[in-house]
């Protein structure tokens, strides 16, 4: 790894990551606040009243606990989409854009290779990435302990935010993968944000169950559950574990192609 190109590159994308956690950090701000006993019940009868609209977002019952009221209602869409989008945008700033700009001919013309160019980006989307996660975590407990203290079962917790690592370890993997392969920034948008969102909505239609529930199979959001994580379920950790491995091979490919392929410089 290359460390001057890597501090340059998070000195770039800061403001972004920046923006990204002050988002997350009103969000989660918020939803911990709803963890009301009189508010639980009045979600509770909107979820029976319109079950499908509110599994279509992920969310179901409230929860008796807190861990399982943000499994819900934070873990069932907010913490995915917004750090999937951040994934998207990041990883496409770190490797086409400079394709697609010319100024990858200025970091291949310095005294690197383009293996150590293609895996210091790597570690600029993955540090940035799980930095972010971890700044989340310790604001959700922090929040749970001051509004809520001792509710939060912090170890279960915990264990609930590894397995959200293992998905966007999969999603970094995939959008790194779709920006050494390409030339345009426009392409890479359009299959890096693309597939991920389409693969969302999948899994958004599969939650309102019925003759739908068969569609979680088509989509890897599915190897990551936030409520059999929760319960203990081994087979939660399995997927998991499918979801570094798919993770892994993207990466390994992506660096790989980028070794090898022409470049229009």
Known sequence: MNTTLFMREVRSSYKLWLIFIAILAMYISVI??????????????????????????????????????????????LMIVFPMVFIIMLANRLVV???????????????NTRRKVAFTQMFVLLSMTFVLL????????GVSQAMFPGALIIGDFLLLNLGLACLLFALCGYCFFISCISNETGRAVMFGAGIPTFFYLVQMLANMGGKLADLKYATIFTLFNPKAIIAGDTSAWWMCGALVVIGAIFFVVGIARFEKRDLPL
């Open 134 to 141: 971890v700044i989340c975590v310790g604001i959700a407990i």
């Open 32 to 77: 911990i606040s709803m963890f009301d006993p009189k508010l639980g019940e009045t979600l509770d009868l909107f979820a029976k009243a319109m079950p499908e609209m509110m599994s279509l977002f992920g969310m179901g019952e409230t929860g008796a606990t807190l861990i399982e009221f943000l499994s819900n209602y934070l873990y069932g869409m």
């Open 97 to 111: 854009a400079h394709v697609d700009s010319g100024s990858m001919t200025y970091l291949l013309a310095s005294p």
